[in-house]
């Protein structure tokens, strides 16, 4: 169905067409007035008003190359064309007006369940090793939307420094690309074509927004991504098994631990989970010292690491899985201890290593 050299060729196409199109929106935007003011927002690192809704040119890209320049099934594009332009709106109204959270998160579970009734994207069943298969039932439905949802904003959240979230994208959206390209069903491969055309928009863009940036993703970008990676994590799990659903879970491992933490907390505090502060994993590493730039790279390299584990999974037996599990689980806590993510006295892997420490001196 697809030959892969017109793949490649519409990749690079799309990168440049993201490429072109970038400076002269960033031009615009500064002329009409389409920036970010850091005073505005308490979790801002930047320090004066920068052009944004950046996210914008990405989906121009992306959608150019999908409609034009590929077979894609219309049956499949059209539901994700008309739920991703309704995020899109909403991310445009955050930039110019800055919606509240009930809003933003109302007009994300519509865009869900958009996609949930007219794309076939669902959470149906789960196997599980030596039990057999769950079937979700009426549960599908909230099971989907809270996936799709939970994804938005994790990239949403982490959306803080120049480069952060599309980068971070694009690592994700690379890895499932991969998994799906080659671990899926000739019929879901449209999914991987579509993720790495999404990849290629990514990547046109991202040079102007790494530090020092020339131009944000803004809401717009942050929830369109975010808001895809959900749903093309979703669209090869139709009937999941439990290795398949951690997948995600694992290569968006920075985002969705971030967000956890970030939930609790604000519940600890006994603040709203929906106010800004900073206290993210991005705050945190910059608070020990790393430069704005080191700390994007020092969250890609973790964010790699996820990946490649991500990887693992597909070829390690269920004993492997169970150990490749601990071992993240295991880590991640000991990262978020490490960079003070939770408070001195919840840290207990670290209270742990220091007491062995304190025995082998003695």
Do not use: C
């Amino acid at each position: 169905m697809f030959d892969m050299f017109v793949v490649l060729l519409v990749s690079i196409f799309t990168m440049i067409t993201s490429l072109i199109l970038t400076p002269l929106f960033t031009h615009m935007a500064i002329k009409i007035g389409i920036t970010d003011d850091p005073e505005s927002k308490e979790r801002r690192v930047h320090k004066k008003r920068m052009p944004t809704m950046g996210g914008v040119i990405i989906y121009v890209s992306f959608y150019i190359a999908v409609f034009f320049l590929l077979p894609i099934p219309r049956g499949q594009l059209i539901p994700l064309f008309l739920a991703s332009t309704l995020i899109v709106l909403i991310g445009i109204v955050d930039d110019l007006f800055e919606l509240s959270a009930l809003i933003k998160l109302l007009g994300t579970l519509a865009a869900a369940t958009v996609i949930y009734f007219y794309g076939d994207v669902a959470l149906e069943t789960m196997t599980f090793p030596y039990i057999g298969t769950l079937a979700f039932g009426s549960l599908k439905l909230p099971f989907t939307l809270l996936w799709i949802v939970s994804f938005t904003n994790a990239i949403n959240l982490v959306d803080g420094l120049d480069g952060l979230a599309s980068g971070i994208s694009m690592i994700a959206l690379t890895t499932m690309g991969i998994i799906g390209f080659f671990f899926l069903t000739i019929e879901e491969v449209s999914v991987s074509i579509m993720i790495f055309i999404l990849v290629a928009a990514i990547a046109g863009f991202w040079p102007y927004n790494f530090q020092p940036a020339s131009i944000f993703l803004g809401d717009t970008g942050a929830l369109f991504l975010g808001f895809m990676i959900g749903v093309f994590s979703l669209q090869g799990l139709k009937n999941a098994t439990l290795i398949s659903l951690v997948l995600p879970v694992i290569i968006m491992g920075i985002p969705i631990t971030d967000t956890l933490f970030a939930m609790v907390r604000r519940k600890v505090k006994k603040q709203s989970i929906v106010v800004a502060d900073k206290s993210h994993i991005h705050h945190r590493l910059m608070t020990l010292g790393l430069s704005h730039r080191q700390t994007v790279l020092a969250i890609y390299s973790v964010s790699a690491i996820f990946s490649i584990i991500a990887l693992l999974y597909n070829f390690s037996t269920l004993i492997g899985s169970v150990l490749l599990t601990i071992f993240v689980f295991v880590g991640v806590l000991l990262f978020v201890e490490l960079i003070g993510l939770v408070d001195e006295n919840r840290r207990p892997i670290l209270t742990v290593i220091k007491r062995f420490v304190r025995k082998t001196n003695k």
